[in-house]
């Protein structure tokens, strides 16, 4: 088990806004800092280039790959391939991921392929016409010389890319030569004897992203925990409907993407992929930094920075525990993984400063991403699959090759250096890397800079080097500005920058346990109504407080987040009051409800407790009745355990079903149902024993639903559902029109 916490003083340099890109200097502390995990297998919570520099630059990749599915071909390189007298970068064409949404519904059946050559080749990073109908070109040729049918092969083969040219790059600053090689040099570069060749993949296609990153903390002081996973059910009351609805919160604000840090892989993800995927949220998980550097034994570093075995096995055990289906395809609601966040501050931490730590950083890099590729392999993957990244600091990387005093963007070429020739940087990959790194990566990075400077300082630039290898940015927020103007500049420059996916906006809860500066980031800080309490995965009790949202400028920052993401702020009189989907089901719960006056919520709390006696409404008006008379009612009978009663005695708006049934509350966390199982097999009577579970119950939920219906049905002559079905809150009492929206029916006693 790790029990040190990675270093909150930790800083990151940045371009400071009207700053030269070589100054690097420290600004702010780094934004977020993983709290460590766990369990011991778990983890962590300028100027223009100059003209020589880019006389440098090769004629590199140039791939058709995941949308159209064929393997670029010689003749379809040469067709865009730049003149021979061309001194410029073109770096890669990897169209799938490059192909953003802005392409569609762009016209280029005027577009002459042969005729237009010229223009795409000159004017596409101006034009998003040019590139798109360019790229549609690029689609063609590829088809006709591979004579290959309109749409993806069923299971194409991967091919490095061809390249007629071979130049070698060196600079000053680093030891590290940076050489773009000719296909069969990048073939042995990129593949060892016996690397693996993987079907082509696909790939989503790329969409605006709008994210907010989030670490929800539930403690209210600068203080330390041992864990840092937020996916896990256990922190359930935090993101749940059932609990403050966090990721509901974010949907209303008009996000479509959640990034997460901490990633203990022994713990089961299901749930929140689940309720993102239901509240249209993309998830973007993260690799803890436990395996990389905290793991007093095993980490990377202990390793010589090779992170195969490290990363395969907690990837690995991602796979099993939610990221795949039963059916061995992705979670729909997954998009990208970050193999670790900010990597050049601290593998090791002068990255970006020693060209030999710098080399140590690639090799950490291109071996986890070939790790992946493995824990892939052997969980037999298929279908749809996810993008990987590493999301790097904005600082300038001076040991970096070709970094030209660029925040961020010598880092990226690092990395992609690294891919294509691994052995370089003293590690040979099981899997052909750079064909995969064409296919499957995305760059990102962390910044707090305004647009204006960004544009300046790095978009400007960005296309020139990846031309079309999309990027996004994984923190994002300038603490003293305005939000909304902030926001809504730099999502503007997606419209203008094809290959700018979009934010993360950093971030979703005020850090109280970092203290200090990084407090003043948060959309909500912490109120005083504890919506629940919960143990979480460190084996200690928290509180889920309700949201507080903050206020900076004279303006609520959720409200200045949701008009620029398009969506609507959440009631501020409502986040700190009680709620029926979230009270207890018993007379506090009915007080706290009551005591607000408000007959719509009553009504509401009155329906749950129906279904939890297994009970349908079936007239509305009969129910908003029967809530009036308790709502305007006082004293002794009008209290929770009347309305029970009254309930059960067959009124005319309800009705019961002989098929109630006791099952697993969807709502609760595994441990919870894992807890009430252990305490229902001991409790079994009759012909009734765990040992016969039926084998198709294969979750904690399906064998809750076999033991609770079994237990419940023992003890039916005498039996108060919210009291013998409750199970610590483990279980319920419903209908089948509420348990078979989840419930197994092979599970459930019939």
Same mark, same amino acid.
């Given at each position: 088990?790790?029990?040190?916490?990675?270093?909150?003083?930790?800083?990151?340099?940045?371009?400071?806004?009207?700053?030269?890109?070589?100054?690097?200097?420290?600004?702010?502390?780094?934004?977020?800092?993983? $709290?460590?995990?766990?369990?011991?297998?778990?983890?962590?919570?300028?100027?223009?280039?100059?003209?020589?520099?880019?006389?440098?630059?090769?004629?590199?990749?140039?791939?058709?790959?995941?949308?159209?599915?064929?393997?670029?071909?010689?003749?379809?390189?040469?067709?865009?391939? /730049?003149?021979?007298?061309?001194?410029? @970068?073109?770096?890669?064409?990897?169209?799938?991921?490059? &192909?953003?949404?802005?392409?569609?519904? #762009?016209?280029?059946?005027?577009?002459?392929?042969?005729?237009?050559?010229?223009?795409?080749? %000159?004017?596409?990073?101006?034009?998003?016409?040019?590139?798109?109908?360019?790229?549609?070109?690029?689609?063609?040729?590829?088809?006709?010389? #591979?004579?290959?049918?309109?749409?993806?092969?069923?299971?194409?083969?991967?091919?490095?890319?061809?390249?007629?040219?071979?130049?070698?790059?060196?600079?000053?600053?680093?030891?590290?030569?940076?050489?773009?090689?000719?296909?069969?040099?990048?073939?042995?570069?990129?593949?060892?004897?016996?690397?693996?060749?993987?079907?082509? *993949?696909?790939?989503?296609?790329?969409?605006?992203?709008?994210?907010?990153?989030?670490?929800?903390?539930?403690?209210?002081?600068?203080?330390?925990?041992?864990?840092? =996973?937020?996916?896990?059910?256990?922190?359930?009351?935090?993101?749940?409907?059932?609990?403050?609805?966090?990721?509901?919160?974010?949907?209303?604000?008009?996000?479509?993407?959640?990034?997460?840090?901490?990633?203990?892989?022994?713990?089961?993800?299901?749930? /929140?992929?689940?309720?993102?995927?239901?509240?249209?949220?993309?998830?973007?998980?993260?690799?803890?930094?436990?395996?990389?550097?905290?793991?007093?034994?095993?980490?990377?570093?202990?390793?010589?920075?090779?992170?195969?075995?490290?990363?395969?096995?907690?990837?690995?055990?991602?796979?099993?525990?939610?990221?795949?289906?039963?059916?061995?395809?992705?979670?729909?609601?997954?998009?990208?993984?970050?193999?670790?966040? %900010?990597? =050049?501050?601290?593998?090791?931490?002068?990255?970006?400063?020693?060209?030999?730590?710098?080399?140590?950083?690639?090799?950490?890099?291109?071996?986890?991403? =070939?790790?992946?590729?493995?824990?892939?392999?052997?969980?037999? !993957?298929?279908?749809?699959?996810?993008?990987?990244?590493?999301?790097?600091?904005?600082?300038?990387? &001076?040991?970096?090759?070709?970094?030209?005093?660029?925040?961020? $963007?010598?880092?990226?070429?690092?990395?992609?250096?690294?891919?294509?020739?691994?052995?370089?940087?003293?590690?040979?990959?099981?899997?052909?890397?750079?064909?995969?790194?064409?296919?499957?990566?995305?760059?990102?990075?962390?910044?707090?800079?305004?647009?204006?400077?960004?544009?300046?300082?790095?978009?400007?630039?960005?296309?020139?080097?990846?031309?079309?290898?999309?990027?996004?940015?994984?923190?994002?927020?300038?603490? %003293?500005?305005?939000?909304?103007? %902030?926001?809504?500049?730099? $999502?503007?420059?997606?419209?203008?920058?094809?290959? /700018?996916?979009?934010?993360?906006?950093?971030?979703?809860?005020?850090?109280?346990?970092?203290?200090?500066?990084?407090?003043?980031?948060? $959309?909500?800080?912490?109120?005083?109504?504890?919506?629940?309490?919960?143990?979480?995965? =460190?084996?200690?009790?928290?509180?889920?407080?309700?949201?507080?949202?903050?206020?900076?400028?004279?303006?609520?920052?959720?409200?200045?987040?949701?008009?620029?993401?398009?969506?609507?702020?959440?009631?501020?009189?409502?986040?700190?009051?009680?709620?029926?989907?979230? !009270?207890?089901?018993?007379?506090?719960?009915?007080?706290?409800?009551?005591?607000?006056?408000?007959?719509?919520?009553?009504?509401?709390?009155?329906?749950?407790?129906?279904?939890?006696?297994?009970?349908?409404?079936?007239?509305?008006?009969?129910?908003?009745?029967?809530?009036?008379?308790?709502?305007?009612?006082?004293?002794?009978?009008?209290?929770?355990?009347?309305?029970?009663?009254?309930?059960?005695?067959?009124?005319?708006?309800?009705?019961?079903?002989?098929?109630? @049934?006791?099952?697993?509350?969807?709502?609760?966390?595994?441990?919870?149902?894992?807890?009430?199982?252990?305490?229902?097999?001991?409790?079994?009577?009759?012909?009734?024993?765990?040992?016969?579970?039926?084998?198709?119950?294969?979750?904690? /939920?399906?064998?809750?639903?076999?033991?609770?219906?079994?237990?419940?049905?023992?003890?039916?002559?005498?039996?108060?559902?919210?009291?013998?079905?409750?199970?610590?809150?483990?279980?319920?009492?419903?209908? *089948?029109?509420?348990?078979?929206?989840?419930?197994?029916?092979?599970?459930?006693?019939?």
């Amino acid at each position: 088990m790790s029990t040190d916490i990675e270093d909150a003083q930790e800083t990151t340099h940045y371009v400071p806004e009207g700053i030269p890109p070589r100054s690097t200097r420290p600004s702010r502390r780094h934004l977020y800092q993983p $709290l460590t995990n766990l369990a011991a297998s778990g983890g962590g919570c300028p100027n223009d280039p100059r003209e020589n520099v880019a006389a440098q630059a090769s004629t590199g990749r140039l791939v058709w790959t995941f949308v159209v599915g064929g393997v670029l071909g010689a003749a379809a390189a040469g067709c865009f391939l /730049f003149s021979a007298n061309r001194q410029k @970068r073109a770096r890669s064409i990897v169209s799938g991921i490059a &192909t953003i949404n802005a392409c569609e519904g #762009k016209d280029c059946t005027s577009f002459d392929c042969e005729k237009d050559q010229g223009d795409w080749v %000159e004017k596409w990073s101006n034009s998003k016409k040019l590139y798109c109908c360019g790229m549609t070109c690029l689609e063609k040729s590829i088809r006709l010389k #591979k004579k290959m049918p309109s749409g993806p092969p069923a299971v194409p083969k991967l091919s490095v890319p061809h390249s007629t040219t071979t130049t070698t790059t060196t600079t000053n600053t680093t030891t590290i030569k940076v050489t773009t090689t000719s296909t069969a040099e990048t073939t042995a570069a990129t593949t060892s004897k016996h690397a693996v060749v993987h079907p082509e *993949p696909k790939i989503h296609a790329p969409s605006l992203l709008k994210g907010i990153s989030y670490c929800p903390v539930p403690v209210k002081a600068t203080e330390s925990l041992k864990s840092d =996973d937020w996916m896990t059910d256990l922190a359930k009351p935090l993101w749940s409907a059932s609990g403050r609805g966090d990721l509901h919160v974010m949907h209303s604000l008009g996000a479509n993407a959640v990034r997460l840090y901490g990633n203990n892989p022994e713990l089961d993800h299901a749930h /929140f992929l689940d309720e993102a995927h239901a509240n249209d949220l993309k998830v973007i998980p993260g690799m803890s930094d436990f395996p990389y550097y905290q793991d007093p034994t095993t980490s990377c570093v202990a390793t010589q920075y090779n992170c195969f075995s490290q990363i395969k096995k907690q990837y690995g055990e991602n796979l099993k525990n939610g990221f795949l289906t039963k059916e061995k395809q992705y979670h729909p609601a997954l998009r990208y993984f970050i193999l670790i966040n %900010e990597p =050049d501050l601290k593998m090791p931490r002068t990255a970006n400063s020693a060209p030999g730590d710098a080399a140590l950083l690639a090799k950490a890099i291109v071996s986890s991403f =070939d790790a992946v590729l493995d824990a892939e392999k052997d969980a037999r !993957v298929v279908g749809t699959v996810i993008n990987f990244t590493t999301t790097f600091s904005y600082a300038i990387c &001076t040991a970096c090759p070709n970094n030209e005093g660029l925040p961020a $963007l010598g880092q990226m070429l690092l990395i992609e250096d690294a891919m294509r020739s691994p052995e370089k940087y003293g590690y040979r990959p099981k899997h052909q890397l750079y064909p995969a790194y064409l296919q499957r990566w995305v760059n990102s990075f962390n910044t707090a800079n305004s647009a204006a400077d960004l544009q300046r300082a790095f978009f400007t630039h960005y296309g020139k080097v990846f031309p079309t290898t999309p990027v996004f940015i994984g923190e994002y927020h300038k603490p %003293e500005g305005p939000v909304l103007a %902030e926001v809504k500049d730099i $999502l503007h420059l997606t419209t203008t920058m094809p290959l /700018f996916l979009g934010i993360s906006f950093f971030e979703f809860q005020v850090a109280y346990w970092k203290g200090g500066a990084e407090m003043a980031f948060g $959309l909500f800080g912490l109120g005083g109504y504890p919506i629940g309490h919960f143990k979480y995965a =460190d084996g200690a009790k928290y509180t889920s407080w309700c949201l507080q949202p903050q206020l900076v400028g004279g303006a609520l920052l959720p409200d200045a987040l949701a008009e620029a993401y398009g969506g609507h702020a959440p009631d501020v009189s409502e986040l700190c009051l009680p709620q029926p989907d979230t !009270v207890p089901l018993s007379q506090l719960g009915y007080n706290l409800i009551v005591g607000l006056k408000d007959m719509d919520k009553f009504q509401r709390f009155v329906a749950r407790v129906a279904t939890h006696l297994g009970l349908d409404v079936v007239d509305g008006n009969g129910l908003k009745e029967f809530a009036k008379i308790y709502m305007d009612g006082s004293g002794p009978g009008y209290q929770f355990d009347n309305v029970v009663k009254d309930m059960q005695h067959r009124m005319p708006w309800l009705t019961r079903s002989d098929g109630a @049934r006791c099952v697993a509350d969807r709502n609760a966390s595994t441990v919870a149902v894992e807890t009430a199982i252990k305490w229902g097999c001991a409790h079994l009577s009759g012909s009734s024993s765990c040992d016969q579970i039926n084998a198709a119950c294969l979750t904690a /939920f399906e064998k809750g639903d076999w033991v609770f219906s079994r237990y419940f049905q023992s003890v039916h002559d005498h039996a108060d559902p919210l009291q013998q079905c409750n199970f610590g809150g483990a279980a319920m009492y419903a209908t *089948p029109s509420v348990f078979s929206q989840h419930a197994a029916p092979q599970c459930v006693l019939p």
